[in-house]
């Protein structure tokens, strides 16, 4: 499975979080039954790399090596397990110099003005991805209209860079490649001609996926690129697209500074993976009032610690089946609330502690319930922030028992305003009285 990756010249945003914790399910899923090589690349070279470092004034190594170490954390905290393979562009220039020579020599591509174009009109099936033509995906697009190409819809394998401009030696002079041959190089290098899966956010289906396909078949003689292709739907705020221009756009890292990284990936799978999400503040709540839930039932049923990876028995066959219907989330977060109402309902601890186990097993596939339960509980709702002044809040709730118990009624209603105003909430129950952040 092949991923397309950051392109590592600022913070990613919530949008961009989308695709790496869709295709993380999917990794977690496929691993149940086949062995997996999940292929998930960062674009080291582009020119908005370049404009970047120069705007920082800083070098370009710096720039990406920076925000390469951004993402990787952010991506830790949102729970998605490192790929198997993760190329770097700069790695990858001698098979990208090789597939070029190999269009060029097919006829697929050409030389002009410095430039090596790849010749649209030379692949039959151009739009078959798509599935519109050449005209259609050219109307509305962002295409360069250049004196050296032959057709407005080739597109650029290799470009020349300037003095001050990062470049490679190459057979047709210093330069640096085009965006979409260096993903089809790094997939043949490390999965071969014909790959299983490529995975991507929709709005790459055209050009990048397009191109893709055309070069890398044209390039290997191929009658397939990609056996599926899988595409998640992009991400609204507040029902509007994210724009710079109208200032909407949702930096993950600030999501990441405001909640725990569950809640915030928890958000990202309430949808399905196909169809657009709206982020809104209300779903970062109700997030969080989920998995709220769900560690109370797994608190209550005795469970501690981080959670480890199932083994093929704890896994519940709903929870599986409803991934494995094309990685229905919602539906697998469904089933995910109904354990936690049946674990609710139980009186038998032996029971109530099995359902919970499978509870935590289920919400493993979906990268959910990590977290040891009183940790949980514990922790502030921010992602950075201090934690809870546990003993204080300790010390208060034994305050308010004995309040309880010599009927000072009022006195403990006083401690449990004190205690929501340090976002504390009290839980009376049976099993005695417990707290968690509100």
């Not at 692949?123 to 109307?139: C, N, P």
């Not at 469970?303 to 990876?309: A, F, H, L, T």
Request: charged share 25%; proline share 4%.
């Amino acid at each position: 499975m092949y991923i397309c990756g950051p392109t590592v010249y600022n913070s990613a945003h919530i949008g961009n979080a989308r695709p790496y914790v869709v295709f993380d399910v999917l990794a977690r899923l496929l691993r149940r039954r086949y062995e997996l090589t999940y292929v998930r690349n960062i674009t080291d070279v582009d020119d908005k790399i370049n404009a970047a470092a120069k705007a920082e004034g800083i070098s370009i190594g710096n720039l990406t090596r920076g925000y390469t170490k951004m993402f990787h954390d952010d991506m830790a905290t949102l729970g998605v397990m490192p790929p198997d393979i993760e190329p770097l562009v700069t790695e990858h220039m001698d098979p990208i110099v090789v597939m070029i020579g190999q269009l060029i020599e097919a006829g697929s591509a050409y030389e002009s003005d410095g430039h090596v174009l790849f010749s649209v009109a030379s692949f039959s099936d151009y739009g078959a991805l798509s599935g519109r033509s050449v005209d259609d995906l050219l109307a509305g697009a962002r295409v360069e209209v250049a004196s050296y190409k032959q057709e407005a819809a080739d597109f650029v394998l290799w470009k020349p860079s300037a003095d001050d401009e990062v470049g490679w030696d190459s057979p047709w002079g210093r330069g640096r490649p085009g965006w979409h041959i260096e993903c089809s190089a790094m997939a043949a290098t490390h999965l071969g001609r014909i790959i299983d899966i490529h995975g991507g956010g929709q709005d790459l289906v055209f050009p990048h996926h397009e191109n893709e396909l055309a070069q890398s078949r044209c390039a290997h003689g191929t009658d397939a690129f990609a056996r599926y292709w899988l595409h998640n739907g992009l991400v609204n705020v507040d029902s509007e697209k994210m724009s710079k221009s109208i200032g909407n756009v949702l930096l993950l890292r600030d999501l990441l500074d405001e909640q725990p990284g569950e809640v915030v990936r928890l958000g990202l799978l309430t949808a399905h993976y196909r169809q657009p999400l709206d982020w809104t503040e209300q779903l970062l709540h109700e997030s969080r009032r989920r998995l709220d839930r769900m560690y109370a039932a797994l608190r209550d049923a005795g469970i501690e610690g981080e959670g480890d990876q199932p083994d093929d028995t704890q896994i519940p066959a709903a929870v599986q089946g409803a991934l494995e219907d094309d990685l229905n989330t919602p539906e697998a977060l469904a089933e995910l609330a109904e354990l936690v109402r049946a674990t609710n309902r139980s009186d038998d601890p032996k029971e109530c502690r099995a359902l919970a186990v499978s509870l935590r097993s289920g919400a493993w596939l979906l990268g959910l319930l990590q977290a040891d339960p009183a940790d949980w509980f514990a922790r502030s709702g921010s992602g950075g922030a201090e934690d809870i002044d546990e003993a204080r809040v300790e010390a208060l709730v034994r305050d308010r028992e004995r309040l309880r118990a010599e009927k000072d009624f009022a006195a403990a209603d006083g401690i449990r305003d004190e205690l929501l105003q340090l976002g504390v909430v009290i839980e009376d129950g049976a099993g005695g009285t417990r707290w968690r952040r509100s």
